[in-house]
C-alpha cells in the first residue's frame, strides 16, 4: 500500500513540473520572447543562396521569431535567384529586415532590388547602393539593342513595381537600373530608398521599435528594443552547396576530374586518379546546375582532352597538343557566361590551373609515347638485335648462346664456333643471325 501511495505521489509531482515547465512557454501564435533572427549573405545571389534565404524565412516563421534580419553583402548575381528570394519576402508570413552591413558592404546589381523588397531596409555607413543596370549574357557580352531594350524595361518594370509596392523612392530605382547609379547610406537615407541607418544591429532594432509595417497577413508593429538577436549560421549542406556555387571551385573541380579520368585511361589500374576524377567531375557537374554555365565553353573543354588523347595515337609532332591547349583556354574563357565577376572564373585561378593542367597532359603523352616508341625488352620481340656466340659452325644451320640459353640458329654466311653473332630475326624457336661487325 505504501508502495502504491509513493508512486502517485511521484506521478503527481511529475505532472506539476511538466505543467509549471509548460506555463513558462508562450502558447501557439504567440511571441516567443520577441526574438529576431539574424543570418549572414556576403556571396553573389546565385540558387544556393536564395535556397538558403528561403528556408531561413521558413525556419523563423515555424520559430515564432519576430522577424529575419539578412546581413546582406553582395555585387550581385542570377535574375531568377533574386527573383526567387523577392518572392518570399514580398510573401512572407513574417517581417524580413535587409541590412547592408558591415561598413565597406554593399548592395549591387540583385542586390539593391533584394534591399528594396524588404519590409525594412538598412544600411550602415560607409556602405553602398546602386549599379543595378541589366548587363548581356554571353560570351563578349553583347547583344543586339532591341533586346538590351527589352531586357532594361523589364528590369525597370520590376524595379519599379517594387518600390512603389514598399513606397520607397521608385524615380531613385528606375536610374539606378537605366543608368547604374549608385549612392552611399546616408544619400540613400536622405531620398527614401532605404528607411534606417544604423551602426549595429543593437542601433538597428531601437530604431525599428514601434514601427509598423504591412503583412499578407496584417498590419504589425515591431517591439524590437533590446529585443534577443538569435544569429544563426548556415548548416553543412547551405555551406558546402555555397561553397560549390563559386565559379572558380567548379571549375578547378572540372579540371581535376578530366586530368584524373584522363590519366586512369592512359593507365589502365591506377586506380586513385579515376577515383578522385570521377568524385570531382559529379561535384563540378553539380556545381554548374547552380551557375551561368555556356556549353560552347564547356564543349571547347572537352574537345580539347579529345586532342590529347589523340596526341598518343596520332604522331602529329605536337600540333593535336597545341590546338588542346588552345582549346583548354578558349573553353575556360567561355564556361561561365556572367557580367558579374563573383560568377565569373577569376584570371588568376584561371591561368595557373591552365598552365598546370596543359604541362600535366603533356608529361603524361610524353610518357605514353615513349612507352610506345621503347624497343621491346621481352618476348620475341626482345630477342631482336641480341649478341651472343656460337657454340657450333653455321654454315646454314647450327646452334648459338645468347642470354644463358642455347638456340637454333641459322645464317647466311658460315660463321665459326666462338665468333659473336648478333640476331635479326625471329622465327619461333629458330634464330636468324649474322656475324657482328669487328668479328
Known amino acids: 500500500m505504501m508502495k502504491g501511495n509513493k508512486i502517485k505521489t511521484m506521478l503527481l509531482s511529475f505532472m506539476v513540473i511538466v505543467l509549471f515547465s509548460l506555463s513558462s512557454y508562450p502558447a501557439f ?4 520572447g520577441g526574438a529576431f533572427d539574424a543570418i549572414t549573405v556576403d556571396a553573389a545571389i546565385t540558387p544556393a543562396v536564395a535556397k538558403y534565404i528561403i528556408k531561413s524565412i521558413e525556419e523563423s516563421h515555424s520559430a515564432r521569431s519576430q522577424g529575419l534580419i539578412i546581413l546582406l553583402d553582395t555585387p550581385g548575381g542570377l535574375d531568377l535567384a533574386m527573383r526567387d528570394i523577392i518572392k518570399e519576402i514580398l510573401n512572407s508570413p513574417i517581417p524580413v529586415i535587409v541590412f547592408v552591413h558591415p561598413s565597406g558592404a554593399r548592395a549591387a546589381s540583385a542586390g539593391v532590388m533584394i534591399t528594396m523588397a524588404a519590409h525594412v531596409a538598412a544600411m550602415t555607413p560607409g556602405t553602398n547602393i546602386g549599379a543595378a543596370h541589366p ?3 554571353g560570351v563578349g557580352g553583347k547583344m543586339d539593342e532591341t533586346m538590351a531594350k527589352k531586357i532594361e524595361n523589364d528590369a525597370v518594370a520590376y524595379a519599379v513595381g517594387i518600390a512603389e509596392k514598399k513606397k520607397r523612392n521608385a524615380e531613385w530605382v528606375e536610374d539606378a ?9 546616408e544619400e540613400a537615407l536622405g531620398l527614401h530608398v532605404i528607411d534606417i541607418v544604423a551602426g549595429n544591429m543593437t542601433e538597428l532594432l531601437d530604431k525599428m521599435d514601434g514601427k509598423t509595417i504591412a503583412l499578407p497577413s496584417g498590419d504589425v508593429s515591431f517591439k524590437s528594443k533590446g529585443a534577443l538577436i538569435n544569429e544563426k549560421t548556415m548548416g ?33 589500374g591506377a586506380i586513385l586518379p579515376g577515383v578522385v576524377g570521377g568524385i570531382s567531375l559529379i561535384l563540378s557537374f553539380f556545381a554548374m546546375q547552380t551557375l551561368p554555365v555556356n556549353y560552347a565553353g564547356m564543349l571547347l573543354i572537352l574537345f580539347g ?21 588552345i582549346c583548354l583556354v578558349l573553353g ?27 604541362l600535366f597532359f603533356v608529361g603524361v603523352i610524353s610518357l605514353a609515347v615513349k612507352a610506345q616508341m621503347r624497343k621491346p625488352s621481352t618476348g620475341m620481340e626482345g630477342m631482336i638485335g641480341k649478341e651472343g656466340k656460337a657454340i657450333t659452325l653455321i654454315h646454314g644451320d647450327g646452334k648459338v648462346f645468347i642470354k644463358g640459353e642455347v638456340w637454333n640458329a641459322s645464317s647466311v654466311d658460315t660463321i665459326e664456333e666462338g665468333e659473336s653473332v648478333k640476331v635479326i630475326e625471329v622465327k ?3 634464330l636468324k643471325v649474322e656475324k657482328t661487325e669487328g668479328q
Do not use: C
Open 29 to 32: 501564435g504567440e511571441d516567443a
Open 135 to 137: 548587363v548581356a549574357m
Open 177 to 185: 537600373v537605366r543608368k547604374s547609379v549608385s549612392i552611399t547610406a
Open 236 to 268: 553543412l549542406r547551405e555551406r558546402i552547396l555555397t561553397t560549390l556555387s563559386d565559379p572558380n571551385i567548379a571549375y578547378l573541380l572540372l579540371m581535376i576530374g578530366l586530368a584524373g579520368l584522363y590519366f586512369e585511361f592512359a593507365h589502365p
Open 305 to 325: 582532352i579529345i586532342l590529347f588523347i589523340a596526341e598518343i595515337k596520332v604522331v602529329s609532332h605536337g600540333m593535336l597538343t597545341v590546338a588542346g591547349i
Open 332 to 358: 575556360s574563357l567561355m564556361l561561365f557566361e556572367s557580367p558579374v565577376p563573383a560568377l565569373r572564373v577569376s584570371l588568376r585561378v584561371m591561368i595557373p590551373t591552365i598552365a598546370i593542367v596543359s
Open 428 to 430: 619461333g624457336l629458330h
